[in-house]
């Protein structure tokens, strides 16, 4: 009996399904696919307002759901687009719950594509092409626009898959085209999922009846705020692989939320980041407010994703931690924090893509940045020091034009250079368009002092950089700046004051120096020394060991001032009693020359004694002469007179006809106040020398017999 029974039961569902089976070969079997097909057709453009097709065959089935393939299917481009099709798919396919159409719900459960091509673009004015508007009754037929039209459809999709496919994003103001190659998409919960978690909306929906309890409400109504959907990209980026996962806003709730939240993990070679927040959607499409938080692991890989160079000495690993907030004008980063090796790096950026020419802001701030802790040592190219030299020949760094507007402003509070040397409350403004970059200011503390620097850099295609400077430096004390060479101080005290003006072109340091025109000026208040250095390359040492040669190494030297007045053309820099000390025993000026792209120097001096301190000249250097090369110059002293020294300096007119001892640099001089005179030659008019003749003295040329006064 009981066998009898199940064989009845069994054989009862095989007719049923027989039957279903039958009933939906002879439904397809009736169906007008052409029809089904153009009202397909109509209803899209009607939603969009665009032109579709379906070039290829297409095929239905209605068990155990009604499933529709289409191979050949196009959506129409914005009019304005850059090509015909926004979307092109070698197959499309979608399933549709039967029941919920008699309430006129179009459940999709499922949407596939494989092959697509979908191109998202703007125009010059940023309009998307994504941006649909729906079809005039006029472009309709009569029938369509009249059937329902106060009654409206809803369309929910509740699983979106793509595979072999591509993404193109396209800027109408660069004509710029960034194209992702998706390998695979899942996008939403399969259609028993979705039914399911359509259901547990319904049900905490529903109204409270007299026999159950009343549910507290959601905490918002918005279908968005639903549990998160899965999602899951395999894609190639310019050659990068990656991999992003996470969750997203439900899919069949698109069409009606506001926003769509979002938690993703992107993850590629090297790098990773997270991003989390919500994208807007209908009336807020364009907009987003995500947190997010990267991680680098290898520069290499990020640059080729990214598409722009980055150092090789860059540091890694490096963590950005952003709070993204875009709206349809611009996109601000704000606050952010950027970590590496050790320091921290915060503040804002801003882009706006709709400028002329668009922009990109940056306003960054730290307590403290060691760059000697990013940039590793050695990495700034060859070094001048390794071949001798002051200027190195290394490339000067190339920076490539940009098309967008770049600017910034940078406050460091303390900030180490790669050498070891600390600057104080640093603040810097830039701007840089394409080959001219700007610097409208970059002030600091150094030195116990403060230093105001501005300038320019040009880059044109072909040529070598072109840079100008002004630099204003005030109250810096001498000591502190000669502790900052590491070597032994020989001055304690001299505040000191720099003005320079410089303009100069050259692809290296050195060629840079070697084309320098403009001007340096220097002044330098009291000062004693402290000392002696032994050092045979402290140029500054054995300047003061030569102006008292005869003086104990305890004594003290008490500089009332110094100043120097450098005119610069073409790396050459020519003295003409524009370099003078003064001292509470002596006052000297210098003649000569410096030239930068030699890297040599030449330069005369005659001490001065002061008149009525009852001093001996004898104890006094009669000539200290510097001359050899910037990064090791010499100091030579004439204690016995200057028959020996003329002899020399003669022949050194003649072999090499150095401008140091040109007549017009050696005339004596007596001006009482050489630095002041040194700074404004007109200032003061150095009166005429009378005539005086010593014994001795009248073989030696006339140049050289006004510059020793015999």
Not at 55 to 83: E, H, I, K
Not at 158 to 166: C, G, N
Not at 423 to 439: E, Y
Not at 460 to 466: C, I, N, S, T
Request: net charge positive; with cysteine; glycine share 8%.
């Amino acid at each position: 009996m009981k066998n009898k029974w199940l064989r009845n039961l069994l054989l009862g569902v095989l007719t049923v399904l027989l039957l279903a089976g039958a009933g939906a070969w002879l439904l397809a079997s009736q169906i007008d696919r052409d029809a089904v097909t153009a009202r397909a057709i109509t209803e899209v453009k009607r939603a969009t307002g665009r032109d579709f097709a379906i070039d290829g065959t297409v095929r239905l089935q209605f068990f155990p759901a009604l499933a529709l393939v289409a191979d050949d299917v196009r959506l129409g481009n914005a009019a304005w687009g850059s090509r015909p099709d926004m979307l092109h798919a070698k197959r499309l396919a979608l399933n549709v719950a039967l029941r919920p159409l008699l309430s006129r719900r179009v459940e999709v459960g499922r949407v596939e594509l494989n092959g697509a091509d979908l191109l998202l673009e703007t125009n010059a004015q940023g309009e998307p092409n994504w941006r649909f508007a729906r079809a005039d009754a006029a472009a309709l037929p009569r029938a369509d626009t009249d059937r329902d039209t106060a009654r409206k459809v809803h369309v929910s999709v509740a699983q979106l898959l793509a595979q072999d496919s591509t993404l193109s994003l396209r800027n109408g103001r660069s004509g710029t085209t960034r194209t992702l190659a998706i390998q695979s998409l899942r996008l939403g919960n399969d259609a028993a999922d979705a039914i399911a978690a359509a259901a547990k909306v319904g049900t905490e929906a529903a109204p409270a009846t007299p026999n159950t309890p009343a549910t507290p409400p959601a905490a918002t109504t918005d279908p968005a705020s639903a549990a998160l959907d899965p999602f899951a990209l395999d894609a190639t980026y310019r050659g990068q692989a990656m991999h992003i996962e996470g969750r997203t806003g439900p899919l069949r709730s698109i069409a009606t939320a506001s926003a769509l939240p979002i938690d993703l993990q992107l993850s590629l070679a090297g790098a990773s980041a997270k991003l989390t927040g919500e994208l807007g959607l209908r009336e807020q499409a364009g907009q987003a407010r995500l947190q997010m938080e990267a991680q680098v692991e290898q520069s290499a890989v990020l640059a080729q994703a990214l598409g722009v160079a980055l150092p090789a000495t860059l540091p890694l690993p490096l963590s950005l931690k952003a709070t993204l907030d875009w709206d349809r004008e611009r996109l601000r980063a704000d606050p952010m924090e950027w970590r590496a090796a050790g320091q921290t790096l915060g503040g804002r950026l801003e882009w706006n893509p709709r400028a002329t020419p668009p922009a990109l802001h940056a306003t960054l701030r730290a307590d403290g940045l060691d760059l000697a802790r990013i940039i590793p040592a050695g990495s700034g190219g060859g070094s001048a020091e390794s071949s001798g030299r002051l200027f190195s020949d290394a490339p000067l760094p190339r920076l490539p034009p940009s098309p967008i507007a770049l600017s910034g402003e940078l406050n460091v509070e303390r900030l180490v250079l790669p050498g070891g040397i600390e600057l104080g409350a640093v603040r810097a403004r830039a701007s840089m368009l394409d080959d001219r970059l700007d610097l409208s200011s970059l002030s600091f503390r150094l030195a116990r002092g403060t230093v105001d620097v501005a300038g320019s850099m040009r880059v044109a295609a072909g040529q070598a950089p072109a840079i100008s400077a002004r630099i204003k430096a005030r109250n810096l004390a001498m000591d502190s700046l000669l502790a900052l060479s590491r070597r032994k101080a020989v001055l304690s005290g001299g505040r000191t004051e720099i003005d320079a003006d410089l303009r100069g072109e050259g692809s290296t340091p050195h060629r840079l120096a070697a084309s320098l025109d403009g001007e340096v000026r220097l002044r330098m208040g009291a000062a004693t020394t402290v000392g002696q250095s032994s050092a045979p390359q402290d140029l500054l040492a054995a300047f003061v060991r030569a102006l008292t040669p005869n003086q104990a190494a305890s004594e003290t030297i008490r500089i009332q001032c110094a100043a120097a007045r450098l005119p610069l053309q073409n790396g050459v820099i020519e003295i003409d009693r524009s370099m003078a000390v003064e001292t509470d025993k002596l006052s000297l000026v210098m003649a000569g020359r410096i030239d930068l792209g030699r890297e040599t120097l030449e330069l005369a001096m005659r001490p001065t004694v002061r008149k009525g301190l009852g001093l001996k000249p004898g104890n006094f250097a009669d000539l200290v002469k510097i001359g050899g090369t910037l990064s090791h110059p010499a100091v030579q002293v004439d204690m016995l007179g200057t028959a020996r020294e003329a002899v020399s300096l003669s022949a050194a007119v003649a072999s090499s006809g150095a401008t140091l001892l040109a007549e017009r640099l050696l005339q004596h001089n007596n001006n009482p106040q050489p630095c002041q005179a040194a700074l404004n030659p007109t200032a003061t008019a150095s009166p005429t020398p009378s005539p005086r003749k010593a014994h001795g003295s009248s073989h030696l040329p006339t140049p050289l017999r006004d510059l020793f006064g015999r």
